[in-house]
């Protein structure tokens, strides 16, 4: 007969072997299950996901702060459309405060989301980027650009907190090449080559039309008046250019001639204008004396004879001289240019 099972034994085999359940997950999976220092946020890419796998890193400036927690599927019944949500797992242990700590303190759900609208505000957005080239795989890039706006899709996932994305280079450079194609196919590419051509065949009759043929031997009629002119032009004005010279270098003479008589005249007109004030000085004082004796012989002499007459008639003579003497004392310069009118 077999042996009964002993309760307690089967409770103390399942309580170990839960135990060593839980430290396998605490040692193999790093106890991240379990750990508070873990932040978890969605972001919805636009771009193919291909190449992006569950555990693929997720990089800050070139350095890895965490890795991609989850990638699913989510159909938007309202709106018909597919959405790609991508969980990231961000370490806190691997960002820093801006005194050296590590930022590993746990924070509440309001704390987070401030924490996630200023850096966003900043311009924090989340982009596929390329691992390797042969392996094509993917990993997730958080960097700032501060001049893309921030696109939610403001849908709930896991209730985590959403980071805006941005298409990859390759997408936008397919964006923009659609967006011109688009506007390449709505020009109206028909209307435009039927009207180049009309333009042509219109082009093509007016240069056939008898106006352009006279037109064209006009110019040409006029470009022979304009070489026979050009000639003459060229023949009449060597001698012209010839006379011109001469010209210039007799106005030169005369420039020099003129500047020599200037000069003689300023070395010689000092001694002229001194010799010119001693006469009119010693005019002057005859004449004075002149005056002296008339008016005495006026005295001697009654108002009605005519030595009366002729004596005023010098008197008056004198007075004129000695005025020309006083004007020649302030003026002497008039020896030479005449009495100013």
Do not use: C, W
């Not at 702060?65 to 990638?71: A, E, L, N, R």
């Amino acid at each position: 007969m077999s042996k009964p099972v002993n309760p307690a034994l089967i409770g103390g085999f399942s309580l170990g072997a839960l135990a060593l359940l839980v430290v396998a997950l605490l040692i193999f999976g790093g106890g991240q299950e379990f750990n508070a220092d873990k932040i978890r946020f969605v972001v919805y890419f636009d771009s193919s996901l291909n190449g992006l796998e569950v555990g693929a890193p997720v990089k800050m400036q070139g350095v890895k702060i965490g890795q991609v927690k989850d990638i699913a599927l989510q159909f938007d019944q309202q709106g018909g459309k597919i959405y790609k949500p991508v969980v990231l797992e961000i370490d806190r242990n691997n960002l820093n405060s801006s005194g050296g700590g590590t930022m590993s303190e746990e924070m509440s759900l309001e704390e987070r989301k401030a924490n996630r609208d200023q850096l966003v505000a900043l311009g924090m957005r989340a982009r596929l980027e390329t691992q390797s080239l042969l392996t094509g795989l993917l990993y997730v890039d958080l960097n700032f650009y501060p001049g893309k706006p921030p696109m939610f899709a403001n849908l709930e996932y896991q209730e985590l907190l959403e980071i805006p994305s941005l298409p990859t280079a390759t997408d936008e450079l397919r964006n923009t090449a659609e967006e011109v194609a688009q506007k390449l196919r709505a020009l109206p590419l028909d209307e435009i080559v039927q009207d180049f051509a009309d333009s042509l065949r219109e082009i093509k009759v007016l240069l056939a039309s008898e106006e352009v043929k006279k037109s064209q031997i006009a110019l040409a009629d006029t470009l022979v008046e304009l070489q026979k002119s050009t000639k003459t032009l060229n023949k009449n004005l060597e001698p012209i250019l010839l006379n011109a010279d001469k010209a210039i270098v007799n106005g030169n003479e005369l420039v020099k001639e003129t500047h020599a008589m200037v000069r003689e005249l300023q070395t010689s007109l000092p001694g002229l204008l001194s010799n010119s004030d001693k006469t009119m000085v010693a005019a002057t004082a005859a004449l004075r004396q002149a005056e002296t004796a008339l008016k005495q012989v006026d005295r001697a002499v009654g108002s009605d004879s005519a030595l009366t007459d002729t004596l005023n008639a010098v008197k008056q003579a004198a007075r004129a001289v000695r005025d020309l003497g006083d004007y020649l004392e302030r003026h002497p310069e008039a020896v030479l240019s005449g009495k100013n009118q």
